[in-house]
T-cell receptor, first 112, second 114 residues
Framework: GESVGLHLPTLSVQEGDNSIINCAYS??????FIWYKQESGKGPQFIID?????DKRQGQRVTVLLNKTVKHLSLQIAATQPGDSAVYFC???????????FGAGTTVTVRA | KAGVTQTPRYLIKTRGQQVTLSCSPI?????VSWYQQTPGQGLQFLFE???????NKGNFPGRFSGRQFSNSRSEMNVSTLELGDSALYLC?????????????FGPGTRLTVT
């Protein structure tokens, strides 16, 4: 079926290390992907997006990688900071369906 | 530029009642989407509006409805509330003329049904 999911529900990382959060999707028609960060008591915050005609996109301290062959998406956070502690969601959007389908989320905890 | 705003932020209702939630998108954004977030089901799409027209609808019962006004503000209504409707209701806005683009979320309305 059409779904987006994350490989691990939790991730613990040492402050200063790099984090990698993974996501698998099953809808081969998906052509737009977004990573969101959600802190407690807040709505999801846009981090970075990527379209299906790309395989890598970089932002400030974040990189998204898209492997369409195996339908895999990842978010890399460089030099993880305590403020990066949150739940991270990947979301996908198919062509012209005007909705996002979200994965279950990965809770990232940064250890001092 | 102000972000997406949602009112009220918290709401407590009893079973059988109805509720209306409001969302004001980012200025210039014409698309508004609604999502329900629960611990068990995660984030689930409810519906999306653009220029006062519903363009897509998720798999929710007819008790869930919405509308969009000419100024792009949107409301969603839930009638005959059930305990299972307790959730965080999130609104997101985007420019979204055609095709997908960035959606920006509001802080949500926390609905508790007792």
């Amino acid at each position: 079926g059409e779904s987006v999911g994350l490989h691990l529900p939790t991730l613990s990382v040492q402050e200063g290390d790099n984090s990698i959060i993974n996501c698998a999707y099953s809808n081969s028609a998906s052509d737009y992907f977004i990573w969101y960060k959600q802190e407690s008591g807040k709505g999801p915050q846009f981090i970075i997006d990527i379209r299906s005609n790309m395989d890598k996109r970089q932002g400030q301290r974040v990189t998204v990688l898209l492997n369409k062959t195996v339908k895999h998406l990842s978010l890399q956070i460089a030099a993880t900071q305590p403020g990066d502690s949150a739940v991270y969601f990947c979301a996908e959007n198919g062509s012209n369906d005007y909705k996002l389908s979200f994965g279950a989320g990965t809770t990232v905890t940064v250890r001092a | 530029k102000a972000g997406v705003t949602q009112t009220p932020r918290y709401l407590i209702k009893t079973r059988g009642q109805q509720v209306t939630l409001s969302c004001s998108p980012i200025s210039g954004h014409r698309s508004v989407s609604w999502y329900q977030q629960t611990p068990g089901q995660g984030l689930q799409f409810l519906f999306e509006y653009f220029s006062e027209t519903q363009r897509n609808k998720g798999n929710f019962p007819g008790r869930f409805s919405g509308r969009q006004f000419s100024n792009s503000r949107s409301e969603m209504n839930v009638s005959t509330l059930e305990l299972g409707d307790s959730a965080l209701y999130l609104c997101a806005s985007s420019l979204a003329g055609s095709g997908p683009d960035e959606q920006y979320f509001g802080p949500g309305t926390r609905l508790t049904v007792t």
